[in-house]
């Protein structure tokens, strides 16, 4: 799988010291799971609408890769910081684990382009939904690396945007 059990534990840590960072700012006591949950499957929403040549039966558009990797960043941070949270699913590596199984079926099954986005905004679970998205990322030749820079790039702008009351 794209992403390591040590990359995703760093993610999840840093994504958690933004969180913490977050409702120190804005003086809450915490954003329940489901609120994370709508953000991620927003986000996963997004990172396939830049795939619409992969889906969309009436168009030929190529994927557009730059910006999927950047959504994917976005769609990361939001499972990253729910995983730090949700200890009832074994946090962090309990949810490593999970996304595996599914990106492992997804692999199995030698799941094409078009069932993937299916799977990505269709999924049960989000943790189903990040699977696909590993498996489509992986399909695009995205690197470990790259998510974990274009997941760097968008902490910072979003510590930007915080400074800016965006």
């Known amino acids: 799988m794209i992403l390591t059990l040590n990359t995703w534990l760093l993610l999840c840590e840093k994504q958690a010291q933004f969180d913490r960072h977050v409702l120190d700012q804005y003086k809450l006591t915490g954003v329940p799971i489901w609120e994370r949950t709508t953000a991620y499957r927003v986000e996963a929403a997004e990172c396939i609408n830049e795939l619409k040549g992969a889906w969309k039966w009436w168009t030929v558009k190529e994927p557009q890769r730059k910006q999927f990797v950047e959504e994917l960043a976005d769609a990361l941070k939001f499972i ?7 200890l009832v699913s074994g946090g962090p590596i309990g949810y490593h684990a999970m996304i595996h199984r599914a990106y492992t079926h997804h692999s199995r099954k030698n799941d094409e382009m078009k069932r993937l986005c299916h799977a990505a905004v269709d999924a049960s679970t989000i943790r189903r939904s ?9 399909h695009l030749n995205v690197s470990e690396l790259e998510i974990v820079e274009a997941f760097d790039a968008k902490t910072e702008t979003n510590l930007e945007r915080i400074l800016t009351n965006y």
Not at 80 to 86: Q, R
């Open 130 to 138: 990040f699977g696909a998205l590993l498996m489509i990322a992986e």
């Open 80 to 86: 990253a910081g729910i995983a730090s949270i949700d």
